[in-house]
Antibody
Framework: QVQLVQSGAEVKKPGSSVKVSCKASGGTFSSYTISWVRQAPGQGLEWMGRIIPILGIANYAQKFQGRVTITADKSTSTAYMELSSLRSEDTAVYYC????????????WGQGTLVTVSS | SSELTQDPAVSVALGQTVRITCQGDSLRSYYASWYQQKPGQAPVLVIYGKNNRPSGIPDRFSGSSSGNTASLTITGAQAEDEADYYCNSRDSSGNPLFGGGTKLTVL
């Protein structure tokens, strides 16, 4: 059974960075893509970027270019999302989600990580 | 345009049929996938591809598409179907794109 388990909630100061992890189990980590999707309080889902672990190649939504870095460690089947220059508008639940390399649907999701940005 | 438009809210009487729609230019080329999200929970995939349901999703959920509109139909809505529903397709760069979501109320 595939599971994506994310790291715990974070509280950060404006201007700082946060790094959230997503550990996969029960599947072949490298054969899929891992995306990061965020959801601000009371708002919808927003795709931030993804990585193909087997290639180590990431691409990002234009909105987050230059501020987000997604990496993956194949040895531990863990993906990471680092968001820098945090501002209050980045307060959200951050989800990792798995999709196929050629199939776009997100079939498994992490439980979500709440990141709160507050001075 | 790189947008997927959904009605913000829809309601349905218990046991009746409801259709939730998603409009966008990319839907002329790509199928939508649909996600159900209940309060405080992660989204769950309910429909993908032409009309496919993951294991464990009841057969009262179905999907269809015509032109620039994708639809999620719930035939015989149950109380537990009350949730937010999001469509997903691709933007003009081929990246994932979500609709704004539809809040479904089961009366």
């Amino acid at each position: 059974q595939v599971q994506l388990v994310q790291s715990g909630a974070e509280v950060k100061k404006p201007g700082s960075s946060v790094k959230v992890s997503c550990k996969a189990s029960g599947g072949t980590f490298s054969s899929y893509t891992i995306s990061w999707v965020r959801q601000a309080p009371g708002q919808g889902l927003e795709w931030m970027g993804r990585i193909i672990p087997i290639l180590g190649i990431a691409n990002y939504a234009q909105k987050f270019q230059g501020r987000v870095t997604i990496t993956a460690d194949k040895s531990t089947s863990t993906a990471y999302m680092e968001l820098s220059s945090l501002r209050s508008e980045d307060t959200a639940v951050y989800y990792c989600a798995r999709a196929g390399v050629t199939t776009p649907e997100f079939d498994y999701w992490g439980q979500g990580t709440l990141v709160t940005v507050s001075s | 345009s790189s947008e997927l438009t959904q009605d913000p809210a829809v309601s349905v009487a218990l046991g009746q049929t409801v259709r939730i729609t998603c409009q966008g230019d990319s839907l002329r080329s790509y199928y939508a996938s649909w996600y159900q999200q209940k309060p405080g929970q992660a989204p769950v995939l309910v429909i993908y591809g032409k009309n496919n349901r993951p294991s464990g999703i009841p057969d009262r959920f179905s999907g269809s598409s015509s032109g620039n509109t994708a639809s999620l139909t719930i035939t015989g809505a149950q109380a537990e179907d009350e949730a937010d529903y999001y469509c997903n397709s691709r933007d003009s760069s081929g990246n994932p794109l979500f609709g704004g979501g539809t809040k479904l109320t089961v009366l």
